[in-house]
């Protein structure tokens, strides 16, 4: 997914604005000590990687024709700290030996030091990787996965880093996927878990890596089943976990989600604690549920939380209204401290998902059915997403167990060919009136190779990009739409 650097020599000075060689660092004095440790200062300076691969092209053709304030815009997206994708392929598509993971890590470990800052580092090879979907790929099988994310662990040696190990890995289990059990996927959760568990203990030998393990998002899995997921993987032994990677759900949303999960882990272990002191085992089946403010268990009945606005214990919305989960929990914990801490991803979320509404009124017409499709698969290049808040690790006051808000996902590169044929652009052509120009009609050979949503924004037929590519539509529209606004 994460490009290597293009050796072009227009970087920024062609628009006036910076050049990549000496990139700003995050806030914070210019010679300020990486503190030693897993906990993550308040005034840590992330990483800033070369310029993903594309975007010094498009930031050059919007100079070219005069575009200056755009250019100017992905310029300082690209100086933004942002994670180093590590996805078991080299930069001609073989599969990556261990030495050549080892190498590349190392490389990154070395310009990280360099600026005097902290890398975020992907690891993104588990075998089954994404169910076989999109971002489809991994390790063969679980001996070449431990021997691949061993070398991973050589690369980083003893230099401070923070680990976002397997995006995608726990919320969307082997079980999860709508080819678990054929013979083209013979993966399985226990397989997935141990997994996990040995990169763990992998990584966390260094006392200077910070691990943090797959909890999906605030609208994806219950708190108790991820919970349960965290702790079969051994999160009790990592950091913590992350959240809402590639994915547009709120920063505050995530914060409260990320709370729940930390409480419940907590409530599981103490359990485990007082029954089986020498062996850790989960029961996370109290836990309230933050789809119905509590859950009927603990007598909180009421709406499901909607990820389609921003939640607190006063909104009015009890769509919105967290004050039945957090009253349960703050019951549940009585004197017991949670201690799992977590980070989350805002590289895309500024303005939250997509509803897919629009696209019920004219001139679409789309009908109830479409747009719910249409709103199922809002993680897969949505228009009318924007940047998010930028990273940093001084995150306490938001919440004591935030460790970070980071740019985890590339923004700018592709979800996926996210297209009709491939599920989750349903569309009726036949309703929108008037025929928009540019459009392919219904016997149009490549109708079904064709995204409507963003060829709306271009007056273009358009195929999206396959994951991990450039897509400059995209990156242009996040950067402009940055809530907070870049700058």
Known sequence: MRSRCL???ICAASVGT???????????????????GRALSPTTRFFVPPPAQGSLQQILGLTVHHD????????????TPQAVWFTGTTSSGAAQSPADVEQQVRQTMFEAALQQAVPVLV????????????????????????AWVSAFAQGIGSGKAVVVLEPDSLANLPSYCSVYGTANYPFTDAER????????????????????????????????????????????????????VSNYQYAQNNVLYGTWVSDCIALALVVDAATTPTQVASDTSGCPNQYWNGGPANGYVGEALSPYGIWSDTQTNLALNTIGEDSAYAQLLGSTVPTTHFVIDTSRNGDGPNNMEAYAAAPYDQDSGIIGTLASGNWCNPPGAGLGLTPTANTSSVSPLLDAYLWVKTPGQSDGECDIAGGVRAWDDSEYTPPIS?????????????????SLQTG????????????????????QNANPPLG
């Open 7 to 9: 050796k072009l020599a």
């Open 123 to 146: 690891a993104y090879n588990i075998p089954g990787r994404d169910c076989a979907q999109y971002s489809a790929g991994g390790a063969l099988n679980d001996a070449a996965y431990q």
């Open 193 to 244: 878990l141990a997994d996990i568990s040995y990169a763990v203990n992998a990584l966390e030998a260094d006392p200077n890596v910070s691990v943090y393990l797959d909890a999906g998002h605030s609208a994806w899995q219950s708190v108790g089943t991820i919970a349960d997921s965290l702790i079969e993987a051994g999160v009790q032994n990592a950091q913590g976990f992350f959240l809402d």
């Open 460 to 479: 273009q037929v358009i195929d999206d990009p396959a994951a991990g590519d450039w897509f400059p539509q995209q990156a242009l529209q996040l950067a």
């Open 18 to 36: 910076l050049a990549w060689g000496a990139v700003p660092l995050a806030d914070g004095p210019a010679a300020a000590a990486v503190p030693a």
């Open 438 to 454: 540019g459009w392919p009609t219904s016997s149009s050979p490549n109708w079904t190779t064709f995204d409507p949503l963003w």
């Open 68 to 79: 200056l304030k755009d250019a100017l815009l992905l310029s300082q997206m690209e100086a």
